[in-house]
């Protein structure tokens, strides 16, 4: 690798980087000023919206987000114009949303008074949340299949600036003792607009690239692809993404049902939490690298995708040792530092987390590259079979939380096992095979 192509791989990461450090940091400054400005009925709701627009954000649009990436970096790869498959994923997106739109008002008897505890407002938020992460989804993933990263961390920390700002205004006037109609729900209202900020702020970089403002004519004519396969691969991809989010989140949740102490309860979700930091900075990856294994993979060469894969593995594999290395020796002193007094895991306990999140690193570049491959089908699998492990694990005859540890271990280990071996043998010296018989989908 020439320092040329160093530097730009390194700029292109300090992007997206950067946009998701904002965003994430703005996650967790809105639920912390919301703890400490709003009662516990309106602080329920507001953790509520939180929860729902990044189960429905990050987690079901991120399958649009990612297929368009795919289609698009193969597609200019190849030589081919982009835009017909950019309009199809649209249109694709825009299906989506309807189908959530449907589901959120027909859930609305139950959603409204029980989990908005009667406000409107966020019920609103969270339809505008739901059509901006429709857009954005297309919009980022058209930015990241061009290598625009400086747009595409624009677009995400646009997105987390306008949540920042509002946390520090709120956590301002709350300071300063001054009250405002209705700031629960104008608080979760910002909250739910700020992809469409986003969306708003970068429209004019996406209907440029639309208009064949991004070298389109240095590419043959582009063609709609069959509507059926995309359908097949996001589908796929969504279930992917469903399953993981299931199986990050799962195990506090099955410990908090299953154990009598609030003390244990609390502590064990602090460690899960403390342990998840390194995936949170690690969260852009596959952005980031989704586009150049795409590219890599539409030209049959084998050699060009393990060239890429390679280096982004050994960096997992350095900061993961790190990682591993600092919660073994500090994890329950960071942990009080974080939490205060109540944080009594031990470092062994943050260790076998830490692990896990190791593991979830490297399926953050493992995945992309079977997705670049086409392998949809392997994916989703891979993370079913995860998830079978992991709800097998609490049958074991151990306390809630020793079972907890060992199902995100065994879960982690079994994912990355299946995804691994699949990759590894796709990825034998000797080649590609073709995209019509290596694909579980038809090439873009």
Known sequence: MTWARLRALLGSAASVGAGYLVLGGAGYLFLAVASRTFDETAYSALTSVYLLVNIIGPGLF????????????TRLARGEDPRPVVRQLGMLSAGLF???AVITLALTPVLLPDVLHGNVVLLVGLLIASASYAVVSVTRGNFGGRHAFGRYGTSVGTEGTVRLVAGVVLAVLALAGAAVAGASSLYGLV???????????TARWFTSDLRGGRSVADVGPGVAAPIGPLIRSTGLLTVAWGLSLAIANAAPVVVSALSTDDAVIAAFASAVVLARIP???????????????ARAAATADSGALRRAVRPALLLVAAVGALAILVSAVLGHWLGRIAFGPTFTSSNALVTALMVGTVA???????????????????VAGGWVIGLIVFAASF????EPVTDAVIAQLASAAATIGVLGV?????????GIPQPQEFSDVQPA
Do not use: D, K, Y
């Open 62 to 73: 991120a399958a649009v987000e990612q297929e368009t990436s795919r289609n698009v970096s």
């Open 191 to 201: 909250f739910c607009v700020a992809p469409a900020v986003a969306v708003a702020l």
């Open 422 to 430: 699949v990759l590894f043998r796709a990825l034998r010296p000797t």
């Open 395 to 398: 049958l074991l005859p151990f």
């Open 98 to 100: 309807a189908g959530i």
């Open 279 to 293: 995936l949170f900075v690690f969260q852009g990856a596959q952005s980031l690298v989704l586009p150049s294994f």
């Open 360 to 378: 979830g690193m490297a399926v953050q570049i493992v995945q992309p590259a079977l997705l670049a491959l086409g392998r949809h089908r392997w």
